[in-house]
């Protein structure tokens, strides 16, 4: 029983860590796209690093655990994905950083063909 107690808290302190590298890294990003981008995949990862280290120190509770992740997994990024397409659309500015604008080029071309389907 020790080496899964050793093991998970291993699991645990990665977990954990990558959390810690995770709200650096906010606090370093350039602007609101880039924070929301490093919260939600180090807040997932970080997530299943200790969820499987609880799972070695309590291997009752695997069943719970990955439903648990599971749901983390796909809630995660959808959540994000809109929370930073509510953003743009308010206009929350991009960093002067940024060269290319992928979604403002997608939402140009989309209205072009709106406005030539009416015309027609």
Sequence with gaps: MEILELIGGVFLVTGSLT???AAIGIY???DFYNRIQVAT???TLGLLQ???GVGFMMPGWTPKLIVL???VLF???ISSHIVARAGYFTKVPLTK???VDKLEETISEAHLKK???TKD
């Design 69 to 71: 992740f599971l749901f």
């Design 41 to 43: 995949k180090a807040s």
């Design 97 to 99: 950083k940024t060269q």
């Design 75 to 77: 809630t995660n990024p």
């Design 115 to 117: 406005v030539k389907s």
């Design 50 to 52: 200790i969820l499987i």
């Design 19 to 21: 959390m810690l590298l």
């Design 28 to 30: 370093r990003m350039p």
